[in-house]
């Protein structure tokens, strides 16, 4: 499909419409700076942006009469090569307004699937966008499109008697059939990674959230990872799963995820349905809210809405209220006292999360155990696990030539090995001091 052509040709007018009937009382107070935020993500060159206010979206263009009016009117129209506008419009609406205005008028679905074909990076990424485009494409193949014949080599393509339109049809459904195979293919490939985390007993904790709430940014510090984290909308598309490096937890796989937005395409949440499916597999969400956002309860229940409509709301949910370096301690404590199992971090000033890391074992492992503990000489299987798990914390070797060692580990996790012999809690502060390490 083609992109919205790049800053260099694609000069566009945004069209900003607050609608006071549509979503009452859930409207984000941001909305126009979202609606920016998305257009700065996409890179076209913005002339202009208008700002109207109506009651109700008019059924056969969506915008009043008297705006589209005052639109055509406008001077600069001339040099504009498309309008944007911050709604999703019906195939109808968007023909109405193309054929009024005489101008390619785009709207948030097709803006955001956009902003989703220039992220996309991984071979699943890249076929879910495609996906998704062609899925949004034939609502409105009416409107005759051309570029197809373009890119496939053109007029030879045309089989006998059929019109521009049947053949758009005819390519489009083809194209869906074989990137569904390809799909499919390459989730089998997913779920046989997923069997294995299975068997590795690994527990899988997911990062969700609105997108930019800092899900990547607290990703990178708990994994020691490096994923690009940045002030733009869907920074991550791909999801990326990475194993816990601090010794706190044990056998924890993160999974950071694409972030969510209000409106989001249903083309793309089909699409990504797969992908997001994974989800399904976890044991434990991390709900990333920026709370410094004005936006951030309503954005909060757009992101459970979504989890709602993935099946997801039965995984237990840690809400991690991040970003709280830009918000005062007042508001801080005033949020802490309404929201006692709720966790309050800034992922780019600390590195510890304690009490997120504690809040994880508790639902994960029922709690941690921290202390010592002696391993006789003949199990050095369990030595070696327990360092695989990233348990260990510190060595020692006691009087008698005993391992000791200094762990945090899950409650539950800890069972296993509580009944080996030769595998007990040391607590002889005796025992610890006359040790070496
Ligand atoms: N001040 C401050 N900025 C933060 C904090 N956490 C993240 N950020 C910034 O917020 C922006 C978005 O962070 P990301 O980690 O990319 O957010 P995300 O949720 O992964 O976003 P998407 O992948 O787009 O859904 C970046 O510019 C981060 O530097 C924080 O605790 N404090
Ligand atoms: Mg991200």
Redesign the pocket.
């Known amino acids: 499909m083609d992109r919205i052509e790049k800053k260099s040709t694609q000069k566009s007018l945004l069209v900003f419409t607050e609608i006071e009937s549509l979503n009452k009382g859930e409207n984000l107070i941001n909305e126009y700076e979202e609606f920016l935020s998305l257009v700065k993500s996409s890179e076209v060159e913005v002339l202009d942006s208008l700002k109207f206010k109506q009651r109700t979206p008019v059924t056969s263009t969506f915008i009043s009469s008297g705006k589209l009016e005052s639109i055509k009117d406008l001077p600069m129209l001339g040099k504009v090569d498309l309008i944007i506008i911050n709604h999703q419009l019906s195939a109808s609406q968007n023909r109405n307004l193309e054929k009024y205005l005489n101008k390619r008028v785009i709207d948030k679905t097709e803006l955001i699937l956009d902003i989703f074909a220039s992220r996309a990076t991984s071979h699943i990424g890249k076929l879910q966008v495609e996906l998704a485009q062609l899925n949004h494409l034939s609502t409105r193949l009416i409107r005759g499109w051309t570029h197809l014949e373009r890119q496939k080599g053109g007029i030879g393509l045309r089989g006998p008697g059929e019109t521009q339109l049947e053949t758009d049809r005819r390519l489009i459904s083809k194209r869906i059939k074989r990137l569904n195979y390809r799909l499919s293919k390459a989730h089998k490939q997913r779920e046989i990674n997923r069997y294995s985390r299975k068997k590795s007993r690994n527990k899988l904790v997911a990062l969700v959230?609105?997108?930019?709430?800092?899900?990547?940014?607290?990703f990178n510090k708990l994994t020691e990872s490096i994923q690009?984290?940045?002030?733009?909308?869907?920074?991550?598309l791909d999801s990326v799963t990475r194993k816990n490096k601090k010794p706190e937890h044990g056998p924890i796989l993160f999974s950071?995820t694409?972030?969510f937005i209000s409106d989001l395409p249903t083309e793309l949440v089909e699409s990504f349905k797969a992908t997001l499916d994974e989800l399904n597999s976890a044991d434990l969400l991390l709900h990333?809210v920026?709370v410094?956002d004005l936006d951030h309860r309503i954005k909060f229940n757009k992101v459970n809405k979504i989890l709602d409509d993935l099946s997801l709301t039965d995984i237990p949910q840690i809400i991690v209220n991040?970003?709280?370096?830009?918000v005062t301690d007042h508001k801080i404590q005033a949020l802490r006292k309404r929201n006692h199992d709720q966790v309050f971090?800034?992922?780019?000033?600390e590195s510890e999360f304690n009490d997120l890391r504690s809040n994880i074992n508790e639902i994960l492992f029922n709690g941690t155990f921290k202390g010592w503990v002696s391993i006789e000489n003949n199990l050095g299987n369990i030595r070696s696990l327990l360092f695989d798990m990233g348990c260990v914390q510190e060595e020692k070797i006691s009087p008698t030539g005993k391992m000791l060692a200094n762990i945090k580990i899950g409650n539950d996790e800890l069972k296993q090995f509580i009944d080996v012999k030769g595998f007990e809690l040391c607590n002889d502060k005796d025992i610890l001091s006359e040790s070496v390490n």
């Open positions: 959230g609105y997108t930019n709430a800092g899900k990547t940014t607290l690009v984290a940045e002030d733009k909308l869907f920074a991550t950071d694409v972030g990333v920026d410094s991040n970003k709280c370096d830009l971090i800034s992922a780019e000033k």
